[in-house]
């Protein structure tokens, strides 16, 4: 869009997310090329947007700023200057049998809560796991058992993981935890337990410290849409994308609608996609083959809700989070946003962000804010964590299609539509996390629009789906190969693929997909 507010062809970027801004940044910092940037919410960032009520900033899941990616790093400095980030520690612990236990799991801090005698059954069953090893360790509980033992695995592993995947763990495909706790055992915990403290950066879980925006990560992207659009870049909030117009084998428009139903087209020479990919497949005009279509529609989303609470100060704790393994409570892990940073929250008080693992249209989701604050409220109690009159007020958070779902489909699905938009639409450039369809960190999806804008600016052949930033994690990179239970090569790191007919046939992931 000119100055004068004409329509010109030119490049158009879906979503104001990481992914989103970063092709819109690079391609106007470094290649002196405008786009018009459109979003569909009223907020920058994303996933990793920072969401504000009364004052209190929340982060959706707790967003690290650690990477191995040089470009990535240098781009957070570019865009933020030093003095807007904290190096934080990181520190997390595991709730189970009314004790919290240091994470990663610390020699000295076990035996104390396990008790000498249940120290030593711990040492003794991994050592039986050790010398009689599970037969199948392709499954999530194959895999830990053999690392941990069994009475490790029942005690820190079965009940988090069932609730964040909502299925049995020996369903589950071990990828998640060999990408999440790579080159760690009981052996590797208590070696780095005994040593001198240092910044395990070699393992993702030890990570010690990271880079934090002092007002929360939405903060990097609100000061992002700022810089691009002092270089002349449109952004245009409250824009859904409804109609992604193609003829002779090339995207020529974007149809953008506000929420009072007056629609924009935007003539387009290029398309950076962040929107769901899904969702993209399904705006094409005219629409796109059958095949295609079905696979978009088959295509199904995890879904994030966090109850944000407010409480003294003093009932806080000085975790990042706190991973929940009771039974008794749904709740699946707790933030506390003044250990994040203290610019979050009020003088005196702090906000503790209780975690929910759910599918858009469960019973949790579904549930109305009131009568979440209340179950928040009452599952603190439950864990001894704060006492349930403590608690001022309460906000609830929910972040529809916040992580794309695996099931045993998605990679066909993935395949289809990319072999669609390649043959009818190559100009349209699917990025980020949604925009992919591909379990991944922000900065793998900064990456693949740093490398799309290249793509574009100097006719460069970057495949951005062979990305892979999780292996720049680690010395050791996984292995790919071509078992069905495995995640797609390129994910960003290897997704957990679960089958559908793990969960009853009313769940969300076996409904039809609604449009949205």
């Not at 387009?268 to 696979?295: E, F, N, Y």
């Not at 995640?487 to 693929?497: E, I």
Request: charged share 25%; net charge negative.
């Amino acid at each position: 869009m000119g100055t004068d507010g004409a329509l010109s062809p030119g490049i158009v970027v879906i979503g104001a997310g990481p992914a989103g801004l970063t092709a819109a940044y690079e391609l106007a910092v470094r290649h002196g090329i405008t786009s018009t940037v459109l979003e569909a919410d009223s907020v920058v960032g994303g996933i990793s947007r920072t969401v504000e009520r009364d004052g209190w900033r929340f982060d959706i899941g707790g967003h690290r700023f650690f990477t191995k990616v040089r470009e990535v790093e240098a781009f957070w400095h570019r865009v933020l200057p030093d003095e807007d980030f904290m190096l934080r520690p990181r520190m997390s612990r595991i709730y189970y049998d009314g004790r919290y236990y240091d994470y990663p799991l610390k020699a000295s801090n076990a035996l104390k809560n396990l008790g000498i005698w249940e120290a030593f059954l711990c040492v003794m069953s991994y050592v039986w796991a050790r010398i009689r090893p599970p037969k199948d360790q392709e499954t999530l509980e194959g895999w830990i058992v053999a690392r941990f033992g069994w009475r490790l695995y029942r005690h820190f592993f079965k009940t988090y993981n069932e609730k964040l995947w909502g299925v049995p763990v020996h369903k589950l495909p071990a990828d998640f935890a060999a990408q999440r706790i790579k080159n760690l055992s009981l052996f590797n915990a208590v070696v780095n337990a005994l040593l001198p403290s240092r910044n395990q950066k070699h393992i993702t879980s030890l990570i010690e410290e990271f880079q934090y925006p002092k007002h929360g990560p939405g903060m990097m992207w609100e000061r992002c849409r700022d810089l691009v659009e002092a270089r002349g870049v449109t952004v245009v909030m409250n824009a859904r994308v409804v109609g992604i117009r193609h003829e002779d084998g090339r995207a020529v428009s974007v149809v953008a609608e506000t929420a009072h139903g007056a629609r924009t087209e935007y003539p387009c020479t290029h398309v950076i996609s962040s929107m769901p990919i899904s969702q993209l497949l399904k705006a094409v005009d005219p629409p796109a083959a059958d095949i295609a279509v079905r696979a978009a529609g088959d295509l199904r989303y995890r879904d994030f809700l966090t109850v944000a609470l407010v409480v003294p100060e003093s009932a806080g704790f000085p975790d990042n989070w706190i991973y929940i393994h009771a039974p008794q409570v749904k709740v699946g892990r707790i933030q506390n946003f003044g250990s994040w940073s203290p610019h979050l929250v009020k003088d005196g008080r702090t906000c503790l962000g209780l975690e929910y693992f759910v599918f858009e249209g469960d019973e949790t989701w579904n549930k109305p804010d009131e009568e979440l604050i209340e179950q928040g409220r009452r599952e603190l109690g439950i864990l001894g964590l704060v006492d349930p009159a403590e608690v001022e007020t309460g906000y609830v958070v929910r972040m529809p299609k916040a992580y794309p779902f695996y099931d045993e489909h998605y990679r066909a699905n993935v395949a289809r539509i990319v072999d669609w938009l390649g043959e009818h639409a190559p100009n349209v450039h699917p990025v980020g996390r949604n925009g992919m369809h591909r379990y991944n960190n922000q900065d793998h999806s900064m990456y693949t629009a740093m490398l799309t804008a290249e793509n574009i600016a100097l006719g460069t052949h970057h495949d951005v789906w062979s990305v892979n930033v999780e292996e720049e994690y680690h010395e050791e990179t996984s292995k790919q190969d071509d078992n069905p239970r495995r995640g797609t090569p390129g994910t960003g790191r290897d997704a957990p693929v679960i089958p559908r007919h793990h969960y009853d046939e009313n769940h969300p992931v076996n409904r039809p997909a609604t449009t949205p």
